[in-house]
């Protein structure tokens, strides 16, 4: 079956470190990949969308890695902040004309002053 | 302008009950969404609009689930005969582009209506 997974629950990151967050896809053919940050109570926010013919994207401190022979997404965060503790999202877009949007269940990330 | 706009924000009903949530998306965004999110897990995908047509409902869990959007803009999500297991954020979110948008863009999502089904 189709399987998205973000690597952890839950990872703390020393301030001024660089946050690394994984995201895994199984059985998925995926066109573009979307990461969202989520904070508590409150709807998921955009921050990056990678074409499955791009290697990286940046945006400000944000870096973002797609490779599909490993099936895999990378989002770095660089110079972490406490004020970048959220949940972060990774969200797959089929490559056979679904709209879906099929998120995975997402990464806590706390970043320790 | 103003972002996606859902209501109400939290229901508690009775198990057995009908709840009707609202959600007014963007101005001239075409595309809608409605997600699920139960506590600790990522957005699962309900039922998408392009316009006044659902053009995929193949999230929506059963038949209690029904979503409408009969002028093209705001959307009601309806749930009969509500079961505690139906407890959840309900998110909306709105697309501006036509189909093809989520290869170019983003979603805008609103803040959810939490249900709690007792």
């Known amino acids: 079956s189709q399987k998205i997974e973000q690597n952890s629950e839950a990872l703390n990151i020393q301030e001024g470190k660089t946050a690394t967050l994984t995201c895994n896809y199984t059985n998925y053919s995926p066109a573009y990949l979307q990461w969202y940050r989520q904070d508590p109570g409150r709807g998921p926010v955009f921050l990056l969308l990678i074409r499955e013919n791009e290697k990286e994207k940046r945006k400000e401190r944000l870096k973002v890695t797609f490779d599909t022979t490993l099936k895999q997404s990378l989002f770095h965060i660089t110079a972490s902040q406490p004020a970048d503790s959220a949940t972060y999202l990774c969200?797959?877009?089929?490559?056979?004309?679904?709209?879906?949007?099929?998120f995975g269940t997402g990464t806590r990330l706390t970043i320790i002053p | 302008g103003a972002g996606v706009s859902q209501t109400p924000s939290n229901k508690v009903t009775e198990k057995g009950k009908y709840v009707e949530l609202r959600c007014d998306p963007i101005s001239g965004h075409t595309a809608l969404y409605w997600y699920r999110q139960s506590l600790g897990q990522g957005p699962e995908f309900l039922i998408y609009?392009?316009?006044?047509?659902?053009?995929?409902d193949s999230g929506l869990p059963n038949d209690r689930f029904f979503a409408v959007r009969p002028e093209g803009s705001v959307s009601t999500l309806k749930i009969q005969r509500t079961e505690r297991g139906d407890s959840a954020v309900y998110l909306c979110?709105?697309?501006?582009?036509?189909?093809?948008?989520?290869?170019?863009?983003?979603?805008?999502f609103g803040e959810g209506s939490r249900l709690t089904v007792l």
């Open positions: 969200a797959l877009v089929s490559n056979f004309g679904n709209e879906k949007l099929t």
């Open positions: 609009f392009q316009g006044t047509g659902a053009a995929d």
């Open positions: 979110a709105s697309s501006s582009q036509r189909q093809g948008s989520l290869r170019t863009g983003e979603l805008f």
